[in-house]
């Protein structure tokens, strides 16, 4: 009996070791990955036409190589037609691209050296294999983000001189009240009155979506612009207020559902296109709910909705995610000015990191989409430092559809 008994508790001793060690499983199921030859990803962008490259940080000096030399491959050998920039304005990007409208309504100085105007990206050093194949292929861009101050004016200014060639237009936008709301919201500072003027200012904008849509000088581009509009609206007002885990919860999904629009928008005028999207892992997670927040109390990862999650719903299978992570080295973006701190990365343990970094390799690839397939892995949590390197719990093999590993990162470095 007693024989039995220690049998049978050490056989639970090491069901829970197992349990325990998922991330030793997982880390013998990395593939060593020679970085000068990025064929490795052939079989899992198959039949995609939106592939999303994340990175753990956005000061991740050596991800910036991996990635832009992932971008020249998927352009030059996979038949990629389309880049999409986190951090780069809707309306910019659409000028920058040969927008027809735009033609000679921007200053022609936006186009000067204008990947290097990309922040935090551009001033890096580790880029220039992006800017290469951005400035040298016939490769289509698009603007992620919503308007800046000035963007958003000039927005508001080419839609009501879009609306103006319409001889037919029945004047439903009061476009003198608009203008002076969107001083109220824009530039005045934020009081209790504050949030009925963007109810108005949104409201306006509803019917200036309206008009467009009836008018005879309707296109998608200008309606986009208005949804734009409206957006950065909302961003504006609510990033204003107090930073509580509502409030930015708030500005997150709106943030990231817009972008997915402006994709989604994108991807409808052009079905053909196969588009490359750059961007935090974070906003890459299809399923960010399935990671538990480990820092302020309130704040979770369940009330919020990103990027890649809105994509999905869209385009299914369609939609391929790689998150980029690191074991050990620094990141820090490429700014040298106070206020960009450098940090260093550090493999906590029992850390997916840690495991991984006990492999000897330096580069690597694991396919999470077909780990959690198996009933072995599926529903395994386990702790990684894939967003911003802070360890936290989660199920991460449905968070995202591949993991490249690069052991040792470095500071992504400003250019000369």
């Not at 009081?191 to 963007?198: H, N, Q, S």
């Given at each position: 009996?007693?024989?039995?008994?220690?049998?049978?508790?050490?056989?639970?001793?090491?069901?829970v070791?197992?349990?325990?060690?998922?991330?030793?499983?997982?880390?013998k199921?990395?593939?060593?990955?020679?970085?000068?030859?990025?064929?490795?990803?052939?079989?899992?962008?198959?039949?995609?036409?939106?592939?999303?490259?994340?990175?753990?940080?956005h000061?991740d000096?050596?991800?910036?190589?991996?990635?832009?030399?992932?971008?020249?491959?998927?352009?030059?050998?996979k038949?990629?037609t389309?880049?999409?920039?986190?951090?780069?304005?809707?309306?910019?990007?659409?000028?920058i691209?040969?927008?027809?409208?735009?033609?000679?309504?921007?200053?022609?100085?936006?186009?000067?050296d204008?990947?290097?105007?990309?922040?935090?990206?551009?001033?890096?050093?580790?880029?220039?294999?992006?800017?290469?194949?951005?400035?040298t292929?016939?490769?289509?861009?698009?603007?992620?983000?919503?308007?800046?101050?000035?963007?958003?004016?000039?927005?508001?200014?080419?839609?009501?001189?879009?609306?103006?060639?319409?001889?037919?237009?029945?004047?439903?936008?009061?476009?003198?009240?608009?203008?002076?709301?969107?001083?109220?919201?824009?530039?005045?500072?934020?009081?209790?009155?504050?949030?009925?003027?963007?109810?108005s200012?949104?409201?306006?904008?509803?019917?200036?979506?309206?008009?467009?849509?009836r008018?005879?000088?309707?296109?998608?581009?200008?309606?986009q612009?208005?949804?734009?509009?409206?957006?950065?609206?909302?961003?504006?007002?609510?990033s204003?207020?107090?930073?509580?885990?509502t409030?930015?919860?708030?500005?997150?999904?709106?943030?990231?559902?817009?972008?997915?629009?402006?994709?989604?928008?994108?991807?409808?005028?052009?079905?053909?296109?196969?588009?490359?999207?750059?961007?935090?892992?974070?906003?890459?997670?299809?399923?960010?709910?399935?990671?538990?927040?480990?820092?302020?109390?309130?704040?979770?990862?369940?009330?919020?909705?990103?990027?890649?999650?809105?994509?999905?719903?869209?385009?299914?299978?369609?939609?391929?995610?790689?998150?980029?992570?690191?074991?050990?080295?620094?990141?820090?973006?490429?700014?040298?000015?106070e206020?960009?701190?450098?940090?260093?990365?550090?493999?906590?343990?029992?850390?997916?990191?840690?495991?991984?970094?006990l492999?000897?390799?330096?580069?690597?690839?694991?396919?999470?989409?077909?780990?959690?397939?198996?009933?072995?892995?599926?529903?395994?949590?386990?702790?990684?430092?894939?967003?911003?390197y802070?360890?936290?719990?989660?199920?991460?093999?449905?968070?995202?559809?591949?993991?490249?590993?690069?052991?040792?990162?470095?500071?992504?470095?400003?250019?000369?």
């Open positions: 009996m007693k024989v039995e008994f220690i049998c049978f508790f050490a056989c639970a001793l090491a069901l070791g197992c349990k325990d060690k998922v991330t030793t499983a997982i880390a199921q990395m593939v060593e990955v020679n970085v000068n030859e990025m064929s490795f990803i052939d079989d899992f962008i198959e039949n995609k036409d939106i592939v999303i490259l994340g990175e753990a940080s000061g000096g050596r991800t910036f190589e991996i990635k832009s030399d992932l971008v020249k491959y998927l352009v030059e050998e038949g990629f389309t880049f999409a920039f986190e951090s780069r304005d809707f309306l910019e990007i659409a000028y691209g040969g927008n027809s409208f735009l033609k000679d309504r921007l200053e022609e100085s936006l186009k000067e204008w990947v290097r105007q990309w922040s935090p990206w551009g001033p890096a050093q580790e880029i220039q294999g992006l800017v290469d194949v951005l400035t292929k016939a490769i289509r861009p698009i603007g992620l983000e919503t308007y800046s101050y000035t963007s958003e004016l000039l927005a508001l200014k080419l839609i009501k001189e879009k609306l103006a060639e319409d001889k037919h237009a029945i004047g439903l936008v009061d476009w003198r009240l608009l203008d002076e709301l969107h001083a109220t919201i824009f530039e005045e500072p934020y009081d209790a009155d504050t949030a009925e003027d963007l109810k200012y949104v409201s306006i904008l509803q019917d200036v979506y309206k008009e467009v849509l008018s005879e000088v309707y296109d998608p581009f200008t309606l612009l208005v949804e734009n509009a409206s957006t950065s609206a909302e961003l504006n007002y609510y204003s207020l107090e930073a509580n885990p409030n930015l919860n708030k500005v997150i999904t709106l943030r990231d559902l817009q972008m997915s629009k402006n994709l989604v928008w994108y991807k409808e005028q052009h079905p053909e296109a196969k588009i490359i999207v750059w961007m935090a892992n974070f906003h890459g997670a299809k399923e960010l709910s399935a990671v538990t927040f480990e820092g302020e109390e309130d704040y979770s990862y369940e009330n919020q909705k990103v990027f890649a999650e809105f994509v999905t719903e869209k385009y299914k299978d369609n939609v391929f995610s790689l998150a980029f992570t690191s074991s050990e080295g620094k990141s820090k973006m490429p700014y040298d000015f206020g960009v701190e450098e940090t260093i990365i550090v493999s906590p343990k029992n850390s997916l990191e840690e495991e991984l970094a492999k000897g390799m330096d580069y690597g690839y694991i396919d999470f989409k077909a780990l959690r397939n198996q009933k072995r892995y599926n529903q395994q949590r386990f702790h990684s430092i894939l967003l911003g802070h360890n936290q719990e989660g199920n991460w093999l449905n968070v995202f559809d591949g993991l490249f590993y690069i052991k040792r990162n470095d500071r992504a470095n400003p250019i000369e």
